[in-house]
């Protein structure tokens, strides 16, 4: 074997060789050893969403209402989980009807309130919701959830606010054509003299619609008993309604996201078919008439409830500081009380509609300190699956380079603090194009599936 011999110069330059190799690889992870360890978390598999959804139905139904649209759309459209239907069941709160689907994937997303008695009081209904909402943190393992209430259902969501200042655990409420300051018809069947007075000596423009709203009288009164609680709830302050007077100026939480879905319809167009629900608001402008003059039947509204009335932030504690408008906000649809359910893509859209929040990125290393990743946290009303995280990332001296993250990446986890987020959790070499030896700056675009942005920036500063 033919051995080479070096000089003392050429010794010196492999040895200065050899040392700086080893060095440069050393610094290109010795940063690692000052990054902090992951914080352990724990994956969410009872549900794809944050937030689990309670709907809420109204007077005189019965959770089926939902079925046929709010239902197929969270199934067939998010891809959420039917958890089943909440109601008491020999006395108990229970979980009834749960699906094949939940009981083998294991997940819950949303649930139907079935309640007892479908025209009892409001506080009746805020009672049993009261009883239902353990059983869905039990069974989701989720912090908040989001009600959705329709018609008195939503009012009912409202009150059950307002007693539940510190420990409401809700993110939003949704309240669809809900009458939060009463509504004309719980005094319907005491008016009825009154309109037949007034009929026969009012003016050409105003007799036609008392004598539809005397008509159309009998048929409503049939819907739910004069005497229940529930229309004694639903009396007016104005017409003596002591609960929407009591809970209309009742403190409600600051930290919860509140939006009405108001419906508003044009009466003349509706009363060339005189439909059920057109009848309905020419009695309710009736009513208006009678007590507070003409101009009461030309208020907006959505065939059974005034607009105002379905308006969370006219109510009198919210009118009383300016400051509580910014958690309220209103969405308003051309579609009568009766149809609201109908506006499937349109009303279950606006319950998950938003920006994604971003709620923080960090790097960190992996336990035996081989390793690093860039993790990010965000909250959206709509499934990880449904979302999308790219970062931009920018070296302190090269072009800008763009990167998707994985769909698997992603994902809905529990902290140690109990709070459930989004989680995009990416490997450091995953991005093998970036020297993470040196700083960079990290932008964050996060985008859900219906468009909506939030983009922000992290400073990659490596400590050696």
Excluded at 165 to 179: F, Q, Y
Excluded at 208 to 237: G, T
Excluded at 351 to 367: H, S, V
Aim: glycine fraction near 6%.
């Amino acid at each position: 074997m033919h051995h080479v011999r070096l000089n003392p110069l050429q010794w010196l330059c492999l040895v200065s060789l050899i040392a700086s190799t080893l060095w440069g690889c050393a610094s290109n992870t010795a940063y690692l050893k000052n990054l902090p360890e992951a914080p352990p978390v724990e994956r969410m598999t009872t549900t794809h969403i944050p937030y689990p959804i309670l709907l809420l139905h109204g007077l005189g139904q019965k959770a089926t209402v939902w079925d046929a649209y709010a239902v197929k759309y969270y199934e067939q459209e998010i891809g959420l989980i039917h958890g089943g239907v909440l109601r008491k069941v020999n006395g108990k709160a229970s979980i009834d009807a749960v699906s094949q689907l939940s009981k083998q994937s294991g997940y819950a997303d949303f649930f139907t309130v079935a309640f007892s008695n479908p025209v009892d009081s409001i506080g009746a209904w805020e009672r049993e919701l009261e009883e239902f909402l353990p059983l869905v943190f039990q069974r989701t393992k989720a912090e908040k959830v989001i009600l959705i209430g329709y018609s008195m259902g939503g009012v009912t969501a409202r009150y059950y606010l307002t007693k539940h200042l510190k420990d409401h655990r809700t993110e939003r409420i949704i309240t669809i054509g809900s009458p939060h300051q009463g509504s004309p018809y719980a005094r319907v069947w005491q008016w009825k003299t009154a309109l037949v007075e007034k009929s026969k000596d009012a003016s050409f423009m105003v007799k036609p619609i008392l004598d539809k709203a005397l008509e159309f009288l009998a048929s409503v009164e049939n819907d739910v008993p004069a005497d229940s609680p529930a229309i004694r709830d639903l009396q007016r302050p104005e017409d003596g309604g002591e609960f929407m007077r009591r809970t209309g100026w009742a403190a409600h939480p600051l930290d919860v996201d509140y939006v009405s879905v108001v419906g508003k319809v044009e009466l003349w167009k509706e009363t060339k078919n005189l439909s059920k629900t057109a009848a309905m608001d020419i009695l309710r402008r009736a009513l208006g008439a009678i007590g507070f003059g003409v101009e009461a039947m030309f208020e907006p509204g959505d065939g059974v409830v005034s607009a105002s009335s379905q308006t969370m932030s006219e109510l009198p504690w919210f009118q009383a500081d300016k400051s509580r408008q910014k958690i309220s906000r209103t969405v308003t649809l051309t579609s009568v009380h009766e149809d609201h359910l109908k506006q499937s893509t349109e009303i279950q859209r606006i319950t998950l509609e938003d920006k994604p929040e971003f709620k923080g990125a960090e790097f960190y290393r992996n336990a035996d300190g081989t390793a690093g990743r860039i993790v990010i946290e965000f909250v959206d009303y709509l499934p990880p699956a449904k979302c999308s995280v790219e970062l931009a990332i920018t070296p302190q001296s090269g072009t800008k380079q763009r990167f998707n993250v994985p769909q698997g990446n992603i994902a809905l986890v529990k902290k140690s603090t109990g709070v459930v987020v989004a989680q995009a959790s990416v490997p450091l070499t995953q991005i093998s194009t970036i020297d993470w030896a040196r700083p960079a700056e990290v932008e964050i675009i996060l985008k859900n599936t219906f468009g909506n942005e939030t983009r922000t920036s992290k400073v990659w500063q490596p400590r050696m």
